[in-house]
C-alpha cells in the first residue's frame, strides 16, 4: 500500500481489529492510487473500487464482502462508503471509506470491517425471540439512568427495528473481540428510551447493549408530551412569535433555528438529515430525568429551565451526528459524540447575541488562562470531618450542581443518617433499603435543620435531594453505592446544599454512632472572569454550567488522555459525558491557541471546518480518539488552501428566526501553518494516547525475574545476535490437509535491527540491537494456493549444557504481534539432539509463559500450530505489542546439571492475515550463586513523561522513583548514549523531578534514568523513551 502510493503516506491499524485502520496522504498531492483518473463522480467511484478490490484484505476482508452503499459529495470531492456483509448477513457497523479530491487523488482510506465474519449464518433463535428478550430486558431497566426514572420512562416500548446481522464483540470499545451472529435491535417509545439491544442468535443471550438517547426551516413545538394522548401542538413554522409561548418555549424554538441556520449557512447542510427534515421540539417533557435535555432520535426533548442557547443546540448537534458519522454512544466513540454536540453547541453560543451572561461577543472575547477554572464555574472542593473523633479525617468529595456554591469561606455542618419508609418506585423497582432517601424520612425531626446522609442508587439524585429539603434539612451528603469510584457532580433543583462523597467515606458517615460534623470549602485557585467555553451556564435548573470545555478538570473530567479523571468503566456507556472532555479541549485550544502550551490559535471559522469535514467524510460508527486524530489531521490538508465558508447563523429580523438564511463570507483559507497546530493540539490532548490508566494489559507482565536476597544472576550461556543466526538451524513445516489444501509461503527467522513500534508502556521498549524476526504480515491467502502462507518456521538453538547451581533458567526477551488465535509461536525443548522437541509444560513457566492457545484446525485454523499454546495476538487494546521477558525453570523440564538440552523457537501461521510478527533476542541460560555482602540493592523506576511528545528543544518533565528496603539517597540522572542531560536529588520519599531540556533529534530516542548510587545503596537504571517532534 505504502509503495503503490507516489508520496507519504500514514497507515494505522485498528484497535479492535489488529489490520489497516486509516491510511492516508501525509503531504499535498500525495496519491495513494496514482495513474487512475478520477476527474469525475464517476471516476472517482471507479477509483476507490479499484483500490478497496485491490487492498480490502489488509484491512481485514476480502472485497467480495464490501458493497458499496453511498457516494457523498462537497465542493472538495467525493467520499465513498462501503459497507460489509458475509453470505448476505451485512456486519453491524462495518464500514470503509475512500476519499477522493477534486483534483482526482485518492487521500484517505479509512473506517473498521471485520476480518473474522466467516461464520454460520443459520441462526437458532427467532426473531420474534430476540424481539421479547430485548424488550424484557429494556422494560426491567432502561440502560442510561443507574439513579432511577420517571414513572412514565417505560410505556408504549416496542422494538423499532430487529436485523440479523454479524457482530463483533469489542467494536464498540475499541479492544479484541469474536464475531458473532446475532440481532440487533433498536428498542424505543419514540420518546423517553431507545436503545439498541444485541441478542445472540445463537444462544439468546444479549452480547451488549447501550442507550441512544443523546443527552427550509421546518420547526414544530409539543408541550408536555408522554406519548399516550395527542401531542399537544403549541407552535408551528410560520405561527405568530412568541404570542403565548414562555420563555422555555422561546428559547427551543430561537435555539433550533439558530443550529438549522449554523449548519445550512455554513456547510451547506438543510436540517440534520441533509433534506431539509421537520425539526420537533418537545418543551417540559415529563420522562425526563430532570434536569435533563435529548435527543431521541425523533425530537430532541427538554426540562423546563434546562432551554439554553448551548444546549438547544447541543441536542440538536447529536441528530446531525446520527445521519451523518452515525457514532455509536459508547466509549470513546460516544465520548466524540457527545463532544460534538458541545462543539456545536458552544458555537452557536458564541455567535448569537442571547444569553450573553457577561456581555461578551466573539468579535470581543475574553479568552480563557491555561490551567484555570471560571468564575462561574463550581470549585473543586475540600471536605473533613471534624467529629466524633473515631471517623475524623478528609474525605473525597465533589459539589452537587444544585443548590448554593461553595465558596473558599468554610461552611461547617452536622449529618444525621436519613432512615426513610420502603415502597416502589416510579420505575416499578421494589425499594427495601431505609437508606437511601427514596421516600419521605422517618427521622424527619432529627434532619431538620441539619444535613442528611443516603446513600447512592435505586431513584434519582432529585428525588433524594427534594425528601432531605421537605424534611427541613440544610444539605445533603450521598455515599457512593460502589466502591473505588470518584464521586460526581450530582444533578436536581433544590435550593439546600448537597456533596457526594466516596463509598468508602459514606461508610464512615454510618458506622459513627452520631451525628458527624464536617467542614466544605471551595479549593483556593485563579480562575477567569468569563462564561466562554463553558457548557449549559444559560440553565437555570443546572443551578451553572455543567462541563468545562476550555478545563474539563474543572468539573472532574479529563482534558488528556493521560489525565487521572479519565474514565474508563462501563457507567455513563464507558464515559462519554466525561471522556468527552479530551475532544472539547482539543477543539478549544485548537480556537484560542494554549500559550504557554505550544499550540497558536487558528479561530473559531478554521477549526469549526476542519471538525465538520471529519465528522462528515472519516469518522464510522465505531471510530476512537485515533481515528479522530487521523481525520482531523487528513481533513485539514484536505482543506488547505481550499475555500471555507466564517460560521454563520445568519443575520435574521424575523422575531422567530426564520429568515437566517445567508450566504456565508469566505474564511481566511486554511495553510500547512493551521495543520501544524491541529497536530500539536492533537499531541496535547493526547489523542493517540492510550487510557494505559485503564488497566488494558499487556500480553508480558514487565520486569524481570531476580534471584532473591543475598544471591546474584550468574550467565553461563547467552545469544545476542549481533553476529547473526551462527549456529542456530532452521527448518519449516507447511500445512497440508485435503479439505483446506496446503501452504507454500513460509518466513524463515531472519537478523533485523529494524525493531517495531511498540505499546506505550513503562518497560515495554527495547535498546536498538540486532534481533531475531519470524513475519506474521498481513497478506497471504487462505485458499490452500500459491500464495497460502500456513506454515511454521523454526529456529533451533546450539546444544546446551546445563549449568551447577540453584536455580537453572532459560530466559528470552521477546515481543509478539501476531492475528490473534490464528497465528503465534511457542518455544519446545529436546534431550535428544533435535530428533523430538517437546513443548513447555505450563509449570515449567515461571515467568511470562504463553498466555493462550492457538486455534485448533476445527476452528477452522491451517496453522501447523493450531490446538497448542503460544503466544498469539497484542498487548490488551492495541494493534501491537511490547518487550518483555519469559523464564522457564530447568529443574521442572527435570533437567540436571550435566545435560545437554536444545531450545526451538516456533512462529506458526495460518494461510493469510496477519500482524507483524514475533521478536525474539537475548537468550541466555543462568544460575542463582549467593551475593557477597554490599551495598542494597535498588530498583529505579521512571514514572512518568510529559508530555509523551515533545517539540524539538523544548523541556519536558521526567518523574523517577527509586526504592530499596529503606528509602535511598542520592542523585538521578537523564543520560542519552552515556551523556547526562539532567539531574536531581531524591527527596524524602525517593522521587526526582527532572525538567530536561535537550537537543534530542526527531523521532523516538531511548534515554536512560539511572541512579548513581553510593556506599550504602547499589546505582540502578531504566530505559524509556521521548518522541521529538518538529518544531
Not at 487521500?107 to 428478550?133: K, L, S
Not at 442571547?354 to 472542593?381: F, K, M, W
Request: proline share 5%; charged share 25%; aromatic share 8%.
Amino acid at each position: 500500500m505504502k509503495d503503490t502510493a507516489d508520496g507519504k503516506v500514514a497507515v494505522r491499524n485498528n484497535r479492535a481489529t489488529g489490520k489497516v485502520g486509516f491510511i492516508g496522504a501525509r503531504n499535498a498531492r500525495t496519491d495513494l492510487l496514482p495513474g487512475v483518473a478520477a476527474d469525475n463522480r464517476g471516476e472517482a467511484i471507479g477509483k476507490a473500487d479499484a483500490y478497496v478490490d485491490r487492498f480490502s484484505n489488509a484491512f481485514g476482508v476480502p472485497a467480495s464482502q464490501l458493497e458499496r452503499a453511498e457516494v457523498a459529495s462537497d465542493r472538495y470531492g467525493w467520499s465513498v462508503t462501503y459497507t460489509q456483509s458475509y453470505q448476505g448477513v451485512p456486519v453491524f457497523a462495518a464500514e470503509l471509506k475512500a476519499h477522493v479530491d477534486k483534483s482526482g487523488d485518492l487521500t484517505a482510506v479509512n473506517g473498521f470491517v471485520v476480518p473474522d465474519a466467516r461464520i454460520d449464518t443459520e441462526p437458532r433463535v427467532t426473531a420474534d425471540q430476540a424481539a421479547d428478550r430485548a424488550l424484557e430486558m429494556v422494560t426491567e431497566r432502561p440502560s442510561g439512568y443507574e439513579d432511577g426514572l420517571p414513572e412514565a420512562a417505560t410505556k408504549g416500548l416496542e422494538v423499532a427495528s430487529n436485523d440479523l446481522m454479524i457482530y463483533r464483540t469489542g467494536s464498540t470499545r475499541g479492544i479484541k473481540g469474536e464475531s458473532r451472529l446475532a440481532y440487533v435491535l433498536e428498542v424505543t417509545n419514540e420518546k423517553t428510551v431507545r436503545e439498541t439491544v444485541i441478542i445472540d442468535a445463537l444462544t439468546g443471550k444479549y452480547l451488549n447493549r447501550w442507550s441512544m438517547m443523546a443527552h427550509a426551516l421546518d420547526r414544530l413545538l409539543i408541550e408536555a408530551y408522554d406519548g399516550e394522548q395527542d401531542p399537544a401542538v403549541v407552535w408551528r413554522e410560520g405561527e405568530e412569535f412568541p404570542g403565548t409561548l414562555d420563555e422555555d418555549q422561546q428559547n427551543e424554538i430561537l435555539g433550533t433555528a439558530e443550529a438549522y441556520w449554523m449548519f445550512k449557512n455554513t456547510f451547506g447542510r438543510d436540517s440534520y438529515d441533509g433534506e431539509g427534515a421537520r425539526m420537533i421540539t418537545v418543551n417540559n417533557d415529563p420522562g425526563i430525568n430532570c434536569p435533563n435535555a435529548n435527543w431521541n432520535g425523533v425530537s430532541t426533548n427538554y426540562c423546563d429551565g434546562v432551554t439554553g442557547d448551548d444546549t438547544v443546540a447541543h441536542e440538536w448537534g447529536h441528530a446531525y451526528t446520527e445521519y451523518t458519522s452515525g457514532l455509536i454512544y459508547q466509549w470513546q466513540s460516544g465520548a466524540m459524540n457527545e463532544a460534538y454536540s458541545d462543539i456545536w453547541g458552544e458555537t452557536v453560543d458564541m455567535l448569537n447575541d442571547r444569553h450573553n451572561e457577561g456581555g461578551e461577543t466573539q468579535a470581543d472575547p475574553v479568552l480563557r488562562t491555561p490551567g484555570t477554572c471560571s468564575d462561574y464555574t463550581r470549585s473543586p472542593i475540600t471536605m473533613e470531618i471534624t467529629a466524633p473523633a473515631s471517623v475524623a479525617g478528609a474525605c473525597t468529595a465533589a459539589p452537587a450542581s444544585f443548590g448554593p456554591v461553595f465558596g473558599q469561606t468554610p461552611v461547617t455542618g452536622t449529618a444525621v443518617v436519613g432512615v426513610d419508609t420502603t415502597g416502589t418506585l416510579p420505575d416499578g423497582t421494589v425499594d427495601n433499603s431505609t437508606g437511601n432517601g427514596c421516600f419521605a424520612f422517618t427521622n424527619a425531626d432529627e434532619i431538620a435543620g441539619s444535613w442528611v446522609y443516603v446513600d447512592r442508587g435505586e431513584c434519582t439524585f432529585a428525588m433524594k435531594a427534594e425528601n432531605a429539603a421537605d424534611a427541613g434539612a440544610e444539605g445533603i451528603v450521598v455515599g457512593d453505592n460502589a466502591p473505588d469510584r470518584a464521586p460526581i457532580s450530582m444533578s436536581g433543583t433544590t435550593d439546600i446544599y448537597g456533596v457526594m462523597v466516596t463509598q468508602a467515606d459514606g461508610t464512615r458517615f454510618k458506622t459513627a454512632g452520631e451525628p458527624v460534623d464536617f467542614t466544605i470549602a471551595a479549593v483556593p485557585a485563579e480562575s477567569d472572569e468569563t462564561y466562554r467555553w463553558l457548557s449549559g451556564e444559560s440553565d437555570p435548573s443546572f443551578g451553572g454550567a455543567i462541563r468545562d470545555m476550555w478545563n474539563p478538570s474543572c468539573y472532574g473530567h479529563p482534558g488528556a488522555v493521560s489525565d487521572e479523571e479519565y474514565h474508563c468503566d462501563e457507567s455513563d456507556s464507558g464515559g462519554v459525558h466525561s471522556n468527552s472532555g479530551v475532544v472539547n479541549r482539543t477543539f478549544a485550544i485548537l480556537v484560542d491557541g494554549l500559550e504557554p502550551g505550544g499550540v497558536e490559535a487558528i479561530g473559531l471559522d478554521k477549526a469549526a471546518n476542519i471538525f465538520w469535514h471529519t465528522q462528515t467524510n472519516y469518522l464510522t460508527p465505531t471510530s476512537n480518539f485515533v481515528d479522530l486524530a487521523d481525520g482531523l489531521e487528513t481533513s485539514c490538508a484536505d482543506l488547505t488552501g481550499q475555500p471555507i465558508n466564517e460560521v454563520t447563523l445568519g443575520n435574521p429580523t424575523e422575531a422567530d428566526g426564520s429568515d437566517g438564511e445567508a450566504v456565508a463570507e469566505r474564511a481566511e483559507d486554511i495553510t500547512a501553518d493551521d495543520c501544524a497546530e491541529v497536530a500539536d493540539a492533537i499531541a496535547e490532548t493526547e489523542l493517540r494516547v492510550e487510557p494505559t490508566q485503564c488497566n488494558f494489559q499487556p500480553m508480558l507482565d514487565k520486569g524481570k525475574l531476580t534471584c532473591g536476597d543475598d544471591t546474584v544472576t550468574t550467565t553461563t550461556w547467552s545469544e545476542d545476535f549481533e553476529d547473526g543466526l551462527g549456529e542456530w538451524t532452521a527448518d519449516v513445516e507447511f500445512f497440508s490437509h485435503p479439505a483446506y489444501g496446503s501452504g507454500a509461503v513460509s518466513h524463515p527467522w531472519e537478523t533485523t535491527t529494524d525493531l517495531p513500534e511498540t505499546t506505550d508502556i513503562p518497560g515495554g521498549d527495547h535498546p536498538q540491537s540486532t534481533v531475531i524476526y519470524s513475519a506474521d504480515p498481513s497478506t497471504g491467502s487462505c485458499l490452500g494456493d500459491e500464495e497460502d502462507e500456513s506454515s511454521r518456521d523454526g529456529l533451533t538453538s546450539p546444544v546446551i549444557t546445563v549449568p551447577e547451581g540453584k536455580s537453572a533458567r532459560f530466559s528470552f526477551e521477546h515481543l509478539v504481534a501476531t492475528e490473534s488465535g490464528w497465528d503465534g509461536g511457542n518455544v519446545k525443548f529436546s534431550t535428544d539432539g533435535g530428533d523430538t522437541f517437546e513443548e513447555i509444560p505450563a509449570d515449567a513457566w515461571i515467568l511470562n509463559g504463553p498466555h493462550g492457545q492457538i486455534n485448533t484446525l476445527a476452528e477452522g485454523n491451517t496453522n501447523p500450530l493450531a490446538g497448542q499454546a503460544g503466544f498469539t495476538g497484542t498487548d490488551g487494546g492495541e494493534a501491537t505489542g511490547s518487550w518483555g521477558t519469559s523464564v522457564v525453570s530447568l529443574g521442572k523440564l527435570g533437567l540436571l546439571a550435566g545435560e545437554e538440552v536444545q531450545f526451538r523457537f516456533d512462529m506458526g501461521r495460518d494461510g493469510c492475515n496477519g500482524v507483524d510478527g514475533w521478536y525474539v533476542d537475548n537468550v541466555a541460560v543462568t544460575v542463582c550463586e549467593d551475593a557477597p555482602a554490599g551495598p542494597v540493592a535498588t530498583t529505579t523506576k521512571v514514572q512518568s513523561v510529559k508530555p509523551k511528545t515533545v517539540k524539538k528543544g523544548k523541556t519536558f518533565t521526567v518523574r523517577v522513583k527509586v526504592t530499596a528496603e529503606e528509602t535511598p539517597t542520592g542523585r538521578v540522572q537523564v543520560k542519552k548514549g552515556g551523556k547526562v542531560l539532567e539531574g536531581a536529588r531524591l527527596n524524602a520519599n525517593g522521587v526526582a523531578t527532572l525538567q530536561v531540556k535537550a537537543d534530542l533529534p526527531v523521532g523516538k530516542n531511548t534515554l536512560v534514568a539511572q541512579y548513581v548510587g553510593n556506599s550504602s545503596f547499589k546505582k540502578s537504571s531504566q530505559t524509556f523513551t521521548v518522541t521529538v517532534r518538529k518544531k
